[in-house]
């Protein structure tokens, strides 16, 4: 008996607790910017996602100890998903309900599942080097953003790279490319303009693809030694990077010939490797490893020195953390940008920050104030260009460490644009969605 | 034919390595009748042990002495087994004595989830090396026979030279040991082995221990070939078609089925994947098992199941 009024007088107490806990937190969601922040910090590609993930929640931690967004502190709540799709999907449909105005799916997978879902939910998607292609097109994609770059301008650069080390585009014709990629959209996105480079250019489209994760790849890299391509792209993530680059040095092909996209040119994707990746080049979606640069030294200084860091100290600067932190920069500069329209100080829905994304208009100016000098370059958005920078760099590890080793590429607009126009058309036919006027773009 | 002999030693020599990861699923099968889903999270945590205690020993001796953290990290890592062989026997098995045979099977499934959470945990989930000096470069041999020789991934022969070794070690083992006996025994009836005084929990905990050195083993080899990280645990996919092709309760079935599944599944992705656009290599290794169950159910080498009625 005396047990039973013990564990009812608990069960109340807990109630009581509960509620008190939930209200102070419904509270603090109404005073507070809310990010849901999907992760993998499990599982196969877990290596790849804790740093990015890092870097994300580190940002935001900074801008609250610099005060929030115009004194808007912001939220945030981690949901794990292991790089999964259908369990993406949860997590957005769990978080959407909590006062989500910004979605980073950090899956190309998943954007795709989310394409549909985010104009009935009014949640802008940002996408920043990855998700769809087309969706650069605002004025069908309303609600996506794949800001800084996408697949197709990292195909596009990776063949302006190949064709400059040759020595120029005409060099390209009877050459041939083979692409080792991961058998999924992510790793099937940048065909179409590879292939439009190569009826372009006269050179041979060789396509490899590899299972998820990508562990075995013994039989692909054997053709590879067969057919002696004079270039490997490498579109992969996770263990899929480190074992083809292993993979190259056991059968005898030179890693200066190798050139991966922004998702294969990080730490992780070399550190197994050490001296035997040397020479290896990847795209860097503009920034690369940036322990010297002025936001990392902020970041040190007011949140990882107070002992709230997320993740290694060591870690910080790198270049999946730079990615997750320059993530998360976007979607706070599209609130602030959101709340010089509708009001300084103010929590911010949805729409709101889907404006402030397609606005978004970061020169170089506002970049070094908040710590970017060198880092990268402005952004600017707008109706028909929700990309708002097509600029990427090449950087090739030396053994111990990614340096540069290219000057600055800009996306071909004359080749990407109308194949942006023509598969959002299609899409836009498919789904029936009506393409936004210069009227409907100006509200 | 340079590439078509390069071809079919590449899959020899993974097929050896994936007969090393069958050969944990047979061992325990074979001791207690028990499909072991855990076998990849055992490659994993016994690969993240040996990364770790190795580094930190390695750091602790001031970089001086590979060789010795290497030792220490190896032996760090047999105690992780041995303390999961115990514990999966006195928490998990020995309240399920008897039990059907899905029942136990779906325990192995909680038991991975558990061990790969839990070794990630203490270990971490980043990716870690496991150097024991294995050569990394290929060499180019018979350029005088074939043109352009042949090329031998020499740390693929190394590892595969000592998957052979381990697997003959523990063919004797079963077949000539009075503990091999005794395990079989196990195997065959629960009851009927404890009735003439086969003890059976210390008999699980030795297979148990048995399973974790195999993995111990695949996992410093695997380990080394492609960094520890969670993906080692997909090593277990790619052995069940060789246990279904081989036999569940044969060890010369998991050699004999981990040799034809790598050359099989080498040889589809080379001269048929580029008909169907590729990447076929997983998937075609289980139609190869699929085709073989057809004909013999219970696998190349696998015992005829005849239930008397």
Redesign the interface.
């Known amino acids: 008996m005396k047990f039973r009024t013990l564990a009812l007088a608990a069960a109340i107490a807990s109630v009581g607790l509960s509620s008190a806990t939930f209200s102070t937190a419904a509270q603090a969601q109404a005073q507070e910017q809310f990010f849901p922040v999907l992760v993998y ?4 590609y ?2 790849n996602g ?1 740093p990015w993930a890092n870097g994300y929640v580190d940002y935001l931690k900074l801008i609250n100890a610099q005060g929030g967004i115009n004194g808007v502190k912001l939220s945030y709540e981690e949901c794990e998903f292991g790089y999964a799709t259908d369990r993406g999907v949860e997590c957005y449909e769990r978080l959407k309900g909590k006062g989500a105005t910004v979605f980073q799916p950090l899956s190309t997978g998943v954007t795709f599942a989310l394409t549909d879902k985010a104009p009935v939910d009014k949640i802008p998607l940002i996408t920043a080097g990855y998700g769809r292609s087309e969706s650069q097109d605002g004025s069908v994609f309303t609600w996506n953003f794949p800001l800084l770059g996408t697949y197709w301008v990292g195909a596009d650069v990776a063949i302006q790279h190949v064709a400059k080390q040759l020595g120029g585009l005409d060099k390209l014709k009877g050459k041939k490319i083979a692409l080792v990629y991961h ?1 999924s959209p992510f790793g099937k996105e940048p065909i179409p303009v590879l292939q439009e480079r190569a009826k372009m250019h006269g050179f041979d489209l060789q ?5 998820h ?4 790849q ?3 890299w ?2 590879i ?2 057919d002696r391509p004079d270039q490997v792209l490498l579109w992969g993530w ?2 899929m990077n ?2 083809a680059i ?1 993979e190259a ?4 092909y030179p890693r200066e010939k190798m050139l991966g996209i922004w998702w294969a040119g990080a730490e ?1 994707d070399v ?2 490797v ?1 001296a ?1 990746a040397k020479g290896y080049s990847a795209l860097a979606l503009q920034h690369g490893a940036e322990p010297n640069s002025k936001v990392v030294k902020d970041m040190l200084a007011m949140v990882h020195d107070k002992g709230q860091g997320t993740g290694p100290k060591d870690e910080v600067g790198s270049v999946l953390y730079m990615r997750g932190l320059i993530s998360a920069m976007l979607g706070v500069e599209g609130v602030r940008q959101a709340q010089e329209r509708y009001g300084k100080g103010k929590v911010m829905t949805g729409e709101q920050v889907r404006w402030g994304l397609e606005n978004l208009n970061l020169d170089q100016g506002k970049l070094d104030a908040m710590g970017f000098a060198g880092v990268m370059r402005p952004v600017q958005t707008s109706c028909t260009d929700h990309m708002g920078s097509s600029w990427v760099r090449v950087h090739t590890w030396d053994g111990s460490k990614w340096a540069f080793s290219s000057d600055w590429y800009q996306a071909d607009d004359k080749v990407l644009r109308p194949m942006v126009l023509e598969a959002a058309s299609k899409y836009a036919t498919e789904k029936g969605v009506q393409r936004r006027t210069a009227e409907q773009c100006a509200q | 034919m340079g ?1 078509f002999i ?2 079919m030693l ?2 020899l020599m ?1 097929g050896m390595l994936y007969s090393l990861v069958a050969l944990g699923f047979v061992l325990i099968f074979k001791a207690s009748g028990v499909f072991n889903f855990a076998q990849g999270a055992m490659v994993l945590v016994a690969a993240l042990a040996m990364a770790r205690f190795s580094e930190w020993s390695n750091a602790a001796l001031g970089g001086d002495s590979l060789f010795l953290a290497n030792v220490i990290g190896i032996i760090g890592a047999g105690a992780v087994m041995f303390l999961v062989a115990w514990a999966v026997e006195r928490f998990v098995l020995r309240k399920l004595v008897n039990q059907e045979g899905a029942t136990l099977l779906m325990v192995t499934l909680g038991i991975a989830y558990v061990l ?2 839990l070794g ?1 945990t203490f270990f971490g ?5 496991i150097n024991v000096g294995m050569p ?3 060499v180019i041999m018979f350029e005088g026979l074939i043109e352009g020789g042949v ?1 031998i ?1 020499k ?2 022969f190394i590892a595969a030279a000592l998957a052979a070794v381990l697997v003959g070690g523990l063919t004797v083992f079963f077949q000539k040991t009075a503990i091999g006996r005794a395990l079989r025994a196990v195997a065959d009836d629960h009851q009927a082995a404890q009735s003439v005084g086969i003890p059976l929990n210390k008999t699980w905990v030795i297979v148990w221990c048995v399973a974790g050195l195999v993995a111990l083993v695949a996992g410093i080899i695997w380990g080394s ?3 520890v ?3 080692l645990v ?2 277990a996919l ?1 052995a069940l078609p060789v246990v279904i092709l081989g036999g569940l309760t044969s060890v010369p079935g998991a050699i004999v089925g981990g040799l034809i599944i790598g050359v099989g ?2 040889l589809s ?2 001269y048929l ?2 008909m169907v ?3 076929i ?2 998937w075609f290794a289980y139609v190869m098992a699929l085709i073989v169950l057809l004909f013999r159910p219970q696998g190349l080498f696998g015992e005829k199941i005849i239930n008397r009625v």
């Open positions: 910090r499990t599982g196969a877990a290596a804790n058998d396509l490899l693809p590899v299972a994760p990508g562990v075995e013994k039989a692909t054997l053709q030694r067969r996770g263990v480190s074992t292993k040095q056991a059968t005898g992780p550190k197994d050490g035997g | 590439f390069e071809t590449g899959g993974t790969e959470g990630q989930s980043e990716i870690y090396s990394k470069d290929p090329m991934n740390e693929d070939k492609m960094g990280q969670f993906s997909t090593v790619r599944e080498k992705e080379v994947g580029p656009g590729g990447g290599e997983i």
